[in-house]
């Protein structure tokens, strides 16, 4: 018990937390936007996927090329945002120009990506399992001015991986684009009331097709964390069910604030079942069963609350 609250007061588990809940929370942007514009990602995992494999692979290549890392990694940057949207054009296309179920392509390009990263990491590092000898990057760590100073607070937030203020500030400019703006407007009458969209001469279409992209964008920069912050090599399958949750975490929150509060409950429970690994004498299956665990009860308790209301 000592032990759990000695973790619980300390800045190193606080930091990981927040660390954990980051590519989960750009994910969860990324499902938001596309939700409101009336069309579900179920793609994000294949997303997140490629997107890890992506900046592992143009960053070790440009590597290789001798490139300047700033520039490697604005130009990585920009190939894993682009791979995202390609994803999301594909679900895009099938589901709006084919008429396709968007939850069927979703799941088709989910498991096309899992399949694909495992050949494509043949092809580029002559490994199925891991590209452990493939020399990549990684986004730098940023140390905050006076922030870092501050006891406890600075040692959590300062110090963190470029990539976890671009997740926490999308919270933000998601926030203002979907309140403040003409482009967030369209995105949610598309989703709340289609015709009526389309009787002022917008194309639906059109409108959550931007959607798609942009979550598609999003998502593989969250997948991109995996292997570009958290570590600095691609295993296939490395998400390990990120963009369902992501998925999970938007319908529980319903905003961005809201699903930022849903991811950071899922960053904790990752954390904890880590750390309870190294002094517990419970089980390590049901440890690292934790996370997934938590998220279900916590749908589950969502779910049941949404059905009283209606009832009421």
Same mark, same amino acid.
């Given at each position: 018990?000592?032990?759990?609250?000695?973790?619980?007061?300390?800045?190193?588990?606080?930091?990981?937390?927040?660390? $954990?809940?980051?590519?989960?929370?750009?994910?969860?942007?990324?499902?938001?936007?596309?939700?409101?514009?009336?069309? %579900?990602?179920?793609?994000? =995992?294949?997303?997140?996927?490629?997107? !890890?494999?992506?900046?592992?692979?143009?960053?070790?290549?440009?590597?290789?090329?001798?490139? +300047? #890392?700033?520039?490697?990694?604005?130009?990585?940057?920009? !190939?894993?945002?682009?791979?995202?949207?390609?994803?999301?054009?594909? #679900?895009?296309?099938?589901?709006?120009?084919?008429?396709?179920? %968007?939850?069927?392509?979703?799941?088709?390009?989910?498991?096309?990506?899992?399949?694909?990263?495992?050949?494509?990491?043949?092809?580029?590092?002559?490994?199925?399992?891991?590209?452990?000898?493939?020399?990549?990057?990684?986004?730098?760590?940023? =140390?905050?001015?006076?922030?870092?100073?501050? +006891?406890?607070?600075? =040692?959590?937030?300062?110090?963190?991986? $470029?990539?976890?203020?671009?997740?926490?500030?999308?919270?933000?400019?998601?926030?203002?684009?979907?309140?403040?703006?003409?482009?967030?407007?369209?995105?949610?009458?598309?989703?709340?009331?289609?015709?009526?969209?389309?009787?002022?001469?917008?194309?639906?279409?059109?409108?959550?097709?931007?959607?798609?992209?942009?979550?598609?964008?999003?998502?593989?920069?969250?997948?991109?964390? $995996?292997?570009?912050?958290?570590?600095?090599?691609?295993?296939? =399958?490395?998400?390990?069910?990120?963009?369902?949750?992501? @998925?999970?975490?938007?319908?529980?929150?319903?905003?961005?604030?809201?699903?930022?509060?849903?991811?950071?409950?899922?960053?904790? !429970?990752?954390?904890?079942?880590?750390?309870?690994?190294?002094?517990?004498?419970?089980?390590?299956?049901? #440890?690292?069963?934790?996370?997934?665990?938590?998220? @279900? #009860? !916590?749908?589950?308790?969502?779910?049941?609350?949404?059905?009283?209301?209606?009832?009421?």
């Amino acid at each position: 018990m000592d032990n759990l609250i000695n973790l619980f007061l300390s800045a190193d588990f606080w930091f990981t937390v927040i660390k $954990l809940t980051t590519p989960i929370l750009l994910a969860t942007m990324g499902a938001h936007i596309a939700l409101r514009a009336g069309v %579900i990602n179920i793609g994000l =995992e294949g997303i997140m996927l490629v997107g !890890a494999f992506t900046g592992v692979i143009v960053s070790g290549k440009l590597f290789l090329l001798g490139v +300047p #890392i700033p520039i490697n990694l604005l130009i990585s940057v920009i !190939a894993i945002i682009v791979s995202g949207m390609l994803g999301g054009f594909f #679900i895009g296309f099938f589901h709006l120009k084919l008429n396709s179920d %968007i939850g069927i392509t979703g799941l088709a390009y989910n498991m096309v990506a899992s399949g694909l990263t495992v050949f494509l990491l043949f092809v580029f590092v002559g490994d199925k399992g891991a590209s452990y000898t493939y020399k990549s990057l990684a986004f730098p760590t940023i =140390e905050i001015p006076l922030i870092k100073s501050i +006891p406890f607070i600075g =040692e959590i937030i300062s110090g963190q991986n $470029l990539l976890v203020y671009i997740a926490f500030l999308s919270v933000i400019i998601m926030t203002f684009v979907m309140k403040k703006t003409v482009f967030g407007l369209r995105i949610r009458a598309t989703g709340e009331n289609p015709k009526a969209v389309q009787s002022v001469g917008i194309s639906v279409k059109k409108v959550q097709m931007t959607a798609l992209l942009i979550s598609g964008g999003l998502a593989a920069l969250g997948g991109a964390f $995996l292997s570009m912050g958290f570590v600095e090599y691609f295993v296939p =399958e490395m998400t390990a069910g990120r963009g369902f949750i992501a @998925l999970t975490a938007n319908t529980m929150g319903g905003t961005p604030v809201g699903g930022m509060l849903v991811t950071l409950l899922f960053g904790f !429970a990752n954390a904890l079942s880590i750390s309870l690994q190294l002094f517990s004498t419970i089980p390590i299956q049901f #440890i690292s069963m934790l996370p997934y665990l938590l998220t @279900l #009860i !916590a749908l589950v308790f969502f779910s049941w609350r949404k059905m009283k209301r209606n009832v009421k």
